[in-house]
């Protein structure tokens, strides 16, 4: 049945062949999905993510390759999710070149597995890796940091000292002179948003309305559904939407 699906999708275009596809596989992307739970994600997102991946594979896949989907996907799931995470996992950016996106996913099994690292287990990942021992040194530091917020805390116990950066600064917060100054920013912003909201198309408009501006916000595969497009499809009138409205409030 895969195949015949796999043959339809690619040589009559079926849409229908599609869906059922990703939907045979799904369990699969919550399976990979999960062995990402320690990043401390929602679970929901990766699997979304992952699910993007299923899809962009399943619109590759060749059906005369000799090989499963489930095997040729697999590549496809986990890279969507590797850069949600990358770009998600941390205020600062953990990983940026090749050579650090590589370590980033290894380094963290094998900081469980060995603890801190003595000089010779550096040079042995490194080794294995394929990368410099100063860059697993660099990627080792940037992964037992970690963010310090603004106006947070480094101790549990409220009537502690802190060291955030707020901390040390004038509290201004209800001067009055700062109270108008927000609430006349805040409605120049506002004006701005709905100004830049009317000039988007209907469907653009709606979709932005409820994935970032409603309470209850709903995700890309229930606008889909009502659409009756790919999750896909909404995400990139999300994001041209989402470009479209910035420059208008830019302006």
């Known amino acids: 049945e895969e195949h015949d699906l796999a043959v339809s999708l690619r040589d009559r275009n079926d849409l229908a062949a599609a869906r059922a596809l990703v939907m045979s596989h799904l369990r699969f992307v919550v399976k990979i999905a999960r062995g990402y739970s320690g990043y401390g994600l929602p679970q929901s997102d990766l699997i979304q993510e992952g699910t993007l991946g299923l899809m962009k594979a399943v619109r590759r896949f060749d059906p005369d390759m000799g090989v499963r ?5 697999v590549h496809w799931i986990k890279a969507e999710i590797h850069e949600y995470i990358l770009r998600n996992w941390r205020i600062v950016k953990v990983a940026t070149t090749k050579a650090q996106r590589k370590l980033f ?13 003595s000089r010779q287990e550096v040079e042995q990942v490194a080794e294995d890796l394929g990368v410099k021992p100063e860059t697993v040194l660099e990627m080792e530091s940037r992964l037992s940091n970690y963010d310090l917020a603004y106006d947070g805390t480094d101790s549990d116990d409220d009537d502690g000292p802190s060291i955030a950066p707020a901390a040390y600064l004038p509290d201004l917060r209800h001067e ?18 709905y100004t830049a909201l009317e000039s988007l198309d209907a469907r653009s408009r709606d979709i ?15 606008l889909a ?15 041209a939407a989402m470009k479209k409205l910035r420059s208008s409030m830019a302006a």
């Open 208 to 222: 932005l309305q409820r994935r970032w501006l409603n309470e209850n916000k709903e995700t890309l595969h229930d």
């Open 176 to 193: 009055p002179s700062m109270l108008i100054e927000r609430a006349d920013n805040a409605e120049t912003e506002r004006d701005g948003l």
């Open 69 to 73: 989907l489930v095997s040729f996907a």
């Open 105 to 117: 996913f290894n380094l963290r099994s094998a900081k469980k597995r060995l603890g801190w690292f």
């Open 225 to 239: 559904a009502e659409y009756g497009v790919s999750a896909e499809r909404i995400r990139q009138i999300e994001a």
